[in-house]
Structures are given as structure tokens and as C-alpha cells.
């Protein structure tokens, strides 16, 4: 009996060393595994298309991106005079110093903000068709503007500028300014025999101080396009002026503004109409010149100046020539295979300096 305890002892002496021979531990308790986690179902891929005309994002500014644009109005007439509206991108193309440049953006504008300075000589020639003058540019007015969006500024002038009515697009506001406008002489010293008369001077004032902006637009900048026009009412005769003809064609340039010229004067008194002076300062700026004979032919060519404002071409280029150097441009609109009609624009601007670079 005893013998058999010592060898029960003695197997499980072995056994336990056995087990640590062999370095072999309890298994632990297995561990439940946690589920996977959830992810949300992906959405099937949309097949691409191609955009449409409609998503495409557009806008009325010709500016966008990069460097610079010079933007042209032009209007074509036809042999009677007539506008033509039928133009294409294709029939034109833009010269400066006779270099041909690369159009940006063409196209035929009938709705962007016009600011027209109506500018009316009050010397002796026009003492006895002033009313009418006064008459027909208050109903040009009426029919041109758009309340909201174009404006009108009144200026007279003598041997000195007088701002009557800055701009504004109230009618009833412009209307009142024509109201006050009184005819009345006064002589200068630069004149025994007539009323001294500054055109030039305020031709230059009127496109500096009134409808100036640069002409020149950065593709960066948001601001608006706009026509800016002068309508002057003279004879053209300049006695008094402290500025030439060329000054005030250069600071239209400048300003990019056009002048229409309409040629009024008591050729029974006076010496009659500069029609030389009135032709210069439309063709170099882009307008055109009328020389009316009655007040029918006086609201008839308000209303031809109304019809190419409201049927203007606008070229936008960016000019290969990209030195800041203030020099002049020429420029030239050319049209092919249209030898019917002429072209009426500006002749050319200013290019921007490097102290106006933004």
C-alpha cells in the first residue's frame, strides 16, 4: 500500500515537470470578437456629360483674367447714312500701329450704361436758335435714357464753363436744368466785336471733369463697361479758349469719350460754322458731325445719334505691344469685303503707365 503512494507520488512529480519543460500555460477564456463596423453605402458613380451652353457662366464684362484690354466702340453706316447691324467677328479686324492684334471679345451692344454730356454754346451765334437747341436735346434725353441705368450731365459755355445739372438719370431733374438755362450776353476781353467763346476749354473740362474714366481696363477689375459721348451744339468758333484744338481731341482720348459735333450758327452775323473744327473733333474721337439746316433737320439727327448709340459694336483686344509706357496708339477698325459701308471710331488712346498699374 505504501509502495503503491510512492508511485502515484513520483508519476505526478513527473508529470509537473513534464509541463514545465515544455513551457506550456493554461489557455485563457477565448474573447468574443467585436463586430465589423459599418460603413455607409457609396453612391454609384454619375456618368460625366458634357456642359451645355446653358452651364456655362457668362456675364456682360469682356474682362475675366491676366493682363490688359483695350476696349473700341465702333458703328458702321451705309451709303445713305443708315446704321448697320448685321455685322460679324469675322468682318473685322483691329489694327494698332498697324500691328494686327488678337480679338477678345466681339460683339453688338444695345444695352450698356450710356453717360452723355449734353454741352451748348450760349455766345452771340446762338442767341436766336437756342430755344430750339434747348428743345431738341431735352426730347433727345427723354428718348435716350434709361431711367436707373444711363445718365446726363448739362454744361454751357461762353468764355468760361458752367456746370448746369451734373449727371443724373432723372429726367424730371434734367428737365428742370433746361428750364433754367437762360440765353445771355457777355463779352470777354479777348473780343470787341463778339462774345468771347471758350469751345476748346470746354470740351476739354466736360471729358476731364465729367465723363473722364480710364480707358485702359485690367481683365482683374469688376468695374462696369460704359459709352461716354459729348453732344456739342456750336459753331465751332473759338476766340478765347487757354487750350488748342489738339488738347481738348487729346483729352477725349484720354477719357474715352466720343463727340458728337452739330453745327449750329447765325451765319448772317457771324462768320459762320468751323465745319473743319466740328469734322476733326467727331472723326478723331469715334462720333460723327451734323450740320443741320431747320429744326427738322435738328431732331432728325438727334435721332440718328440715338439709333448708333443704341447700335454700337464693342472690340475688346489684349494689345501685343504691352510696354506701360503713356505712348499713343493708333487704331484702326478694318471691315472686309464691305466696300458699301463706313466705319466711325476713335483713333486711338493712351496706353496706361506703370503708376496706374493695379
Known amino acids: 500500500m505504501k509502495r503503491f503512494a510512492v508511485i502515484s507520488i513520483i508519476a505526478t512529480l513527473l508529470t509537473a515537470m513534464a509541463l514545465a519543460q515544455t513551457g506550456q500555460k493554461p489557455k485563457p477564456a477565448p474573447v468574443p470578437a467585436k463586430p465589423p463596423a459599418k460603413t455607409p453605402p457609396q453612391q454609384p458613380a454619375k456618368p460625366s456629360q458634357p456642359m451645355s451652353e446653358d452651364d456655362i457662366p457668362t456675364s456682360d464684362d469682356t474682362v475675366k483674367i491676366g493682363a490688359d484690354l483695350v476696349n473700341v466702340f465702333f458703328s458702321v453706316v451705309d451709303k445713305n447714312n443708315r446704321v448697320v447691324s448685321d455685322l460679324r467677328e469675322n468682318d473685322i479686324a483691329i489694327f494698332e500701329d498697324g500691328q494686327p492684334q488678337e480679338v477678345f471679345t466681339f460683339k453688338r451692344e444695345a444695352t450698356l450704361p450710356i453717360s452723355i454730356a449734353i454741352l451748348l454754346d450760349l455766345s452771340g451765334s446762338q442767341e436766336y436758335t437756342f430755344p430750339r437747341e434747348k428743345q431738341a436735346a431735352g426730347e433727345f434725353l427723354r428718348s435716350v435714357l434709361r431711367p436707373g441705368k444711363d445718365s446726363a450731365a448739362i454744361l454751357?459755355?461762353?468764355?468760361?464753363?458752367?456746370?448746369?445739372?451734373?449727371?443724373?438719370?432723372?429726367?424730371?431733374?434734367?428737365?428742370?436744368?433746361?428750364?433754367?438755362?437762360?440765353?445771355?450776353?457777355?463779352?470777354?476781353?479777348?473780343?470787341?466785336?463778339?462774345?468771347?467763346?471758350?469751345?476748346?476749354?470746354?470740351?476739354?473740362?466736360t471729358a476731364d471733369e465729367i465723363l473722364s474714366h480710364d480707358d485702359v481696363r485690367s481683365r482683374r477689375a469688376d468695374d462696369s463697361i460704359s459709352r461716354r459721348a459729348i453732344i456739342l451744339m456750336t459753331d465751332g468758333v473759338d476766340n478765347a479758349s487757354t487750350r488748342k484744338l489738339d488738347d481738348a481731341i487729346d483729352r477725349a482720348w484720354r477719357a474715352g469719350v466720343v463727340i458728337y459735333t452739330i453745327g449750329i450758327g447765325d451765319r448772317f452775323r457771324f462768320e459762320g460754322v468751323r465745319e473743319d473744327v466740328l469734322r476733326r473733333m467727331a472723326e478723331e474721337t469715334g462720333g460723327r458731325f451734323y450740320f443741320p439746316h431747320g429744326a427738322d433737320d435738328l431732331l432728325e439727327d438727334f435721332k440718328q445719334i440715338e439709333s448708333e448709340l443704341r447700335s454700337q459694336y464693342l472690340v475688346a483686344y489684349a494689345p501685343s505691344n504691352t510696354n506701360r509706357d503713356g505712348s499713343f496708339r493708333r487704331l484702326e477698325v478694318r471691315l472686309a469685303d464691305r466696300k458699301d459701308v463706313r466705319l466711325v471710331h476713335r483713333r486711338g488712346y493712351y496706353a496706361p503707365t506703370e503708376e496706374t498699374k493695379k
Not at 451734373?166 to 479777348?190: K, M, N, P, V, W
Open 156 to 205: 454751357t459755355f461762353q468764355d468760361d464753363v458752367d456746370l448746369v445739372q451734373g449727371l443724373t438719370s432723372r429726367l424730371d431733374t434734367l428737365q428742370r436744368a433746361f428750364d433754367e438755362i437762360q440765353y445771355s450776353r457777355r463779352f470777354g476781353a479777348g473780343s470787341s466785336r463778339r462774345q468771347a467763346t471758350a469751345l476748346y476749354d470746354a470740351v476739354y473740362v
